[in-house]
C-alpha cells in the first residue's frame, strides 16, 4: 500500500500484513512539497506534487526495488509549472497521464524504462465556450477500448471564463458567498502512442449549465466499463452516465443519489483557498 503525506512532502510504502493491519516499509521524499496522488503500474509508481502555488508542481517516478523499498529514481521529475490534480497509468502502463486544476489541460508522457520522457507526448485542453465556467479537473478513470484507451475526467465548474469567483448569495450551502455552473465530464480517447483526442465535450451533471450538480470531484468506472459514476460534493448527490464501447458518455441520472442531511448539518463556510485559489 503506498500513502501520500503533505505533512512532510514524503511517500509512505507499507506493507499489508495478513490480518490486514499495516506495517511501515519506508518513506521517501516526493518531488514537491504537497504530494496529492499516486498511480502504480507493477513495481513502478508516480505521484503527483504540488508547490507554493498554482503555478508549481509536477510528477515523479519511483520503482519498488528488489528488496521491497520505494526508490525515488534520480532525474525523474517532471516540472509541469503547474498544479497537478490526479496522476494514472494508461490500461498497459505505458504512458502516465495528468491532469492540472487551473490550466485545465491533460497531458500524457511516456514511460521510459523507470522513468519519464522528458516533455509530454501529448496535450490537450478542456472543453471551453464562452458561456461557460472554466473546466477545473480533479478526478478521472481510465478504462480500455478497441483503440487504446479512454480516458473520463470529473469537471468542476466554479471559476468565470476570467478566472473569477462568481458572488452570488444563498445558492449553495457550503458556499454561501459564491455561486457555481453546473458540473461535467469530458471523455477522451487515448492511442497506443499516447496521443489524447476529445470524445464527448462538457457533458452535464444536469440538464443545464445552471441549477445543475455541482464540484464534480470525483468519477468510477464500473467493472464492465459501462457505467460511469460522479460524485458532486457541493450537491451532495451521485450522478450516473452510460459509456459506449468507444467511451463516449451521456448522462444516465443526474441525482442517481442525493443526501440532503447536508441542509441540515452546515459545516464551516469554503473559501476560494480550500481550493487552491
Known amino acids: 500500500m503506498l500513502a501520500v503525506n503533505a505533512g512532510d512532502a514524503s511517500v509512505s510504502l507499507l506493507q499489508v500484513n495478513r490480518d490486514y493491519s499495516l506495517t511501515l516499509v519506508n518513506k521517501a521524499k516526493s518531488g ?133 469567483l462568481r458572488e452570488d448569495h444563498g445558492v449553495v450551502a457550503q458556499m454561501p458567498k459564491y455561486s457555481w455552473q453546473t458540473g461535467s465530464v469530458s471523455s477522451y480517447r487515448l492511442g497506443g502512442d499516447g496521443r489524447i483526442s476529445l470524445l464527448s465535450a462538457d457533458v452535464l451533471t444536469g440538464q443545464d449549465i445552471e441549477g445543475g450538480e455541482i464540484a464534480n470531484c470525483w468519477v468510477v468506472l464500473s467493472a464492465d466499463q459501462k457505467t460511469l459514476w460522479a460524485a458532486n460534493a457541493l450537491s451532495s448527490s451521485i450522478s450516473t452516465y452510460d459509456v459506449d464501447d468507444k467511451g463516449a458518455v451521456k448522462l444516465r441520472n443526474a441525482r442517481a443519489y442525493k443526501d440532503k442531511s447536508e441542509l441540515l448539518n452546515r459545516r464551516r463556510p469554503l473559501s476560494g483557498n480550500d481550493f487552491g485559489l
Not at 35 to 54: C, E, K, L, W
Open 32 to 164: 514537491n512539497r504537497f504530494p496529492v496522488s499516486i498511480a502504480t503500474s507493477g513495481r513502478q509508481v508516480v505521484v503527483a506534487s504540488v508547490g507554493d502555488d498554482n503555478n508549481h508542481g509536477g510528477i515523479s517516478a519511483y520503482v519498488i526495488d528488489d528488496d521491497g523499498w520505494l526508490a525515488e529514481v534520480p532525474g525523474s521529475y517532471r516540472d509541469l509549472a503547474a498544479r497537478p490534480s490526479t496522476v494514472m497509468f494508461s490500461p498497459k502502463g505505458r504512458h502516465v497521464i495528468v491532469n492540472e486544476l487551473v490550466t485545465g489541460k491533460i497531458k500524457v508522457f511516456s514511460v521510459d524504462g523507470n522513468t519519464l520522457s522528458k516533455a509530454p507526448v501529448s496535450v490537450v485542453e478542456s472543453p471551453r465556450s464562452d458561456n461557460r465556467f472554466q473546466a477545473m479537473p480533479v478526478g478521472f478513470a481510465v478504462g480500455r477500448n478497441p483503440l487504446g484507451g479512454v480516458v473520463l475526467m470529473s469537471e468542476a465548474r466554479f471559476l468565470t471564463p476570467d478566472f473569477k
